[in-house]
């Protein structure tokens, strides 16, 4: 049982690539149960890991990874499908980028390897996953009456994700600071 946390992120990975085949093949309803199933499946790993003491130095790495390989899915073939503006595509990567540049910058030149998420990370994640859910939904039933929701996400979703890679920049730059002194 004290694996179950992993499998359940390792199943969240497997279906990653059929979320976007899916996405790809403009099979929305099918595409928008699998992000819900992912979206819960990301939230009960967590929770058993918690809950029980399940937590292992593997789910460490592999949770923040399956999510984002899961979001790099989703956004580039929502952006594809014209389903999420490119502009916020870009944002999203572009801010995932930096992080990754600068964790192996850190690591190689001072040696640090403890990078902990933020919980403006974490809200960062939670919005792209609904925002990427409600682009699924919107693509799912696109008789639903429009409404501000989307774009009122969309606005929310870059705002949490530009403030944390401006959050993760200050907190880079302290954690070098620190161990230059």
């Keep these: 049982m004290r694996r179950l946390p992993n499998a359940i992120t390792l199943l969240r990975i497997a279906l990653t690539p ?4 899916l996405v ?18 990301d939230g009960l790993d967590g929770w058993l890991a ?27 073939g929502l952006g594809w499908a014209g389903a999420l503006p490119w502009w916020l595509v870009a944002l999203a990567f572009g801010r ?9 910058y850190a690591m190689a030149a001072r040696g640090l390897r403890n990078f902990p998420p ?7 994640t ?18 639903m009456p429009p409404g501000a929701w989307l774009p009122g996400l969309i606005w929310a979703c870059a705002a949490a994700t530009a ?13 070098m600071k620190a161990s230059a002194d």
Aim: with cysteine; charged share 15%.
């Design 18 to 21: 059929c979320i976007g085949v």
């Design 24 to 41: 790809a093949h403009n099979e929305w309803r099918a595409a928008f149960l699998l992000v819900v199933a992912a979206g819960l499946s």
């Design 50 to 76: 918690r809950r029980f003491g399940w937590q292992s130095r593997l789910g460490a790495y592999l949770d923040p990874l399956a999510d984002k390989f899961l979001l790099a899915t989703l956004f580039l």
């Design 96 to 104: 995932d980028l930096l992080i990754l540049a600068f964790a192996a």
């Design 118 to 124: 933020s919980i403006w990370g974490k809200l960062s």
């Design 126 to 143: 939670a919005l792209q996953l609904l925002l990427c859910g409600g682009a699924a939904l919107r693509g799912a039933w696109p008789e």
């Design 163 to 175: 403030w944390s890679g401006i959050q993760y920049g200050l907190t880079g730059y302290r954690m």
